[in-house]
């Protein structure tokens, strides 16, 4: 029996055939951010505290599974791992501040994956459960009345109350799903950071994306669904593939105006993030790298879209200010993440700790500096048993 791990049998080679050669990955990048004249005053947004409020929910947290607390951070124990990320509420609305943030970002997209009609989809480290929620409350919901979105998570921390198309489980991404059916869509957001192997999770995603399968094609000809005859072999074709997509932030500063140097503070307290991160035996920067992944797993059609995130108020364009502002508060918050678990793994003492915080958060607040964040949108389809891993399609982004 092959490993949870291993490459699906349908991803393996079978020799030579006809087969085209892969198509190349599609890719397109954001254009610099513009910078405002004047600096902007974070004061001209107002952020709610609860902006998806908790009125009338119950939530399960550490009274079904255990917990641990360090410095006052509260920790997941699932199968005793060590996880550098706490799963308390703090943490837990910094996860709904990100996801307001991205959907500025994206105009209100919740993937960007062509997925037509989709009726099962896969949130794999769904969080505090919002991406499932929100896209079963809001149009989405309507254009796909029937959808069930199934998140998973190793820690219970997403609410009770739900709608009634969304379920969430606890589960490890490593193993045996506990989904029964196979997904028109699988969704990964700010997980590829956290995962330390890879290859394994895209690998046995693979399995729960549904492969191509026959179905009924409406002719043009047609005037109603009812005129169609479904059985007919010239009214029918095959269902496209689903999709897999990675949602990521690569977990470094940049700068497109020179306005951020080489010593900049904030900077050096990612390089440090990013070596600590590796202790775990995970990568920051790990967003840029995912094509040879999923092109290894089997998916083809691979694109990527990466969008440019300021990090403060910055920018020109007020609806970038407010991302920024997101942005910035987010990463403000990340920092007593780092003080913990992270840090810890460096060996650092908690005066070099505090010493290194302060000085970032203290370069943070000078919007002269133009630094943003880059974040990288993979998706990629599944093939047909026996055809070419690279079908190659006009949708480009």
Same mark, same amino acid.
């Given at each position: 029996?092959?490993?949870?791990?291993?490459?699906?049998?349908?991803?393996?080679?079978?020799?030579?055939?006809?087969?085209?050669?892969?198509?190349?990955?599609?890719?397109?990048?954001?254009?610099?951010?513009?910078?405002?004249?004047?600096?902007?005053?974070?004061?001209?947004?107002?952020?709610?505290?609860?902006?998806?409020?908790?009125?009338?929910?119950? #939530?399960?947290?550490?009274?079904?599974?255990?917990?641990?607390?360090?410095?006052?951070?509260?920790?997941?124990?699932?199968?005793?791992?060590?996880?550098?990320?706490?799963?308390?509420?703090?943490?837990?609305?910094?996860?709904?501040?990100?996801?307001?943030?991205?959907?500025?970002?994206?105009?209100?997209?919740?993937?960007?994956?062509?997925?037509?009609?989709?009726?099962?989809?896969?949130?794999?480290?769904?969080?505090?459960?919002?991406?499932?929620?929100?896209?079963?409350?809001?149009?989405?919901?309507?254009?796909?009345?029937?959808?069930?979105?199934?998140?998973?998570?190793?820690?219970?921390?997403?609410?009770?109350?739900?709608?009634?198309?969304?379920?969430?489980?606890?589960?490890?991404?490593?193993?045996?799903?506990? #989904?029964?059916?196979?997904?028109?869509?699988?969704?990964?957001?700010?997980?590829?950071?956290?995962?330390?192997?890879?290859?394994?999770?895209?690998?046995?995603?693979?399995?729960?994306?549904?492969?191509?399968?026959?179905?009924?094609?409406?002719?043009?000809?047609?005037?109603?669904?009812?005129?169609?005859?479904?059985?007919?072999?010239?009214?029918?074709?095959?269902?496209?593939?689903?999709?897999?997509?990675?949602?990521?932030?690569?977990?470094?500063?940049?700068?497109?105006?020179?306005?951020?140097?080489?010593?900049?503070?904030?900077?050096?307290?990612?390089?440090?993030?990013?070596?600590?991160?590796?202790?775990?035996?995970?990568?920051?920067?790990?967003?840029?790298?995912?094509?040879?992944?999923?092109?290894?797993?089997?998916?083809?059609?691979?694109?990527?879209?990466?969008?440019?995130?300021?990090?403060?108020?910055?920018?020109?364009?007020?609806?970038?200010?407010?991302?920024?502002?997101?942005?910035?508060?987010?990463?403000?918050?990340?920092?007593?993440?780092?003080?913990?678990?992270?840090?810890?793994?460096?060996?650092?003492?908690?005066?070099?700790?505090?010493?290194?915080?302060?000085?970032?958060?203290? #370069?943070?607040?000078?919007?002269?500096?133009?630094?943003?964040?880059?974040?990288?949108?993979?998706?990629?389809?599944?093939?047909?048993?026996?055809?070419?891993?690279?079908?190659?399609?006009?949708? #480009?982004?």
């Amino acid at each position: 029996m092959s490993s949870p791990c291993s490459p699906h049998p349908e991803a393996q080679d079978d020799g030579p055939d006809d087969s085209p050669a892969p198509s190349p990955m599609l890719e397109t990048r954001a254009p610099a951010i513009d910078a405002a004249t004047r600096p902007g005053d974070e004061d001209e947004f107002e952020i709610d505290e609860e902006p998806f409020g908790d009125d009338g929910i119950t #939530s399960v947290t550490s009274s079904v599974y255990a917990c641990t607390y360090e410095r006052g951070r509260r920790y997941h124990c699932f199968k005793n791992a060590r996880y550098p990320i706490p799963n308390d509420d703090m943490e837990k609305d910094r996860e709904d501040l990100k996801h307001a943030m991205l959907m500025e970002l994206t105009d209100g997209a919740l993937f960007y994956s062509p997925v037509k009609n989709p009726q099962h989809i896969i949130d794999c480290g769904t969080g505090t459960g919002i991406w499932a929620i929100e896209g079963m409350s809001s149009p989405m919901a309507d254009r796909f009345p029937s959808a069930h979105v199934l998140g998973l998570d190793l820690t219970p921390i997403q609410p009770l109350w739900v709608p009634p198309n969304v379920e969430f489980l606890v589960d490890d991404c490593y193993q045996d799903w506990l #989904s029964h059916e196979t997904a028109d869509l699988v969704h990964f957001r700010f997980m590829a950071i956290v995962l330390r192997d890879i290859p394994c999770v895209v690998a046995h995603a693979y399995k729960y994306v549904h492969s191509p399968v026959p179905g009924p094609v409406y002719s043009p000809t047609l005037l109603c669904p009812s005129d169609q005859v479904s059985h007919s072999p010239s009214l029918r074709s095959l269902k496209p593939g689903g999709w897999i997509e990675f949602q990521e932030l690569q977990g470094l500063p940049y700068c497109d105006d020179d306005t951020m140097g080489d010593d900049d503070p904030f900077k050096r307290l990612y390089e440090i993030a990013k070596d600590a991160y590796s202790k775990f035996g995970m990568s920051t920067t790990i967003a840029a790298e995912l094509e040879p992944y999923l092109r290894r797993a089997g998916f083809t059609n691979i694109h990527c879209k990466v969008l440019k995130v300021p990090i403060g108020v910055w920018a020109r364009d007020e609806t970038m200010r407010l991302i920024g502002l997101y942005q910035k508060t987010a990463v403000t918050e990340f920092m007593s993440t780092l003080a913990g678990r992270p840090f810890e793994a460096l060996g650092m003492s908690a005066a070099e700790a505090q010493l290194t915080l302060a000085m970032a958060r203290k #370069s943070l607040e000078d919007v002269g500096v133009h630094r943003y964040f880059t974040y990288h949108f993979w998706w990629a389809q599944k093939p047909g048993h026996g055809r070419s891993r690279d079908m190659r399609r006009d949708d #480009s982004p």
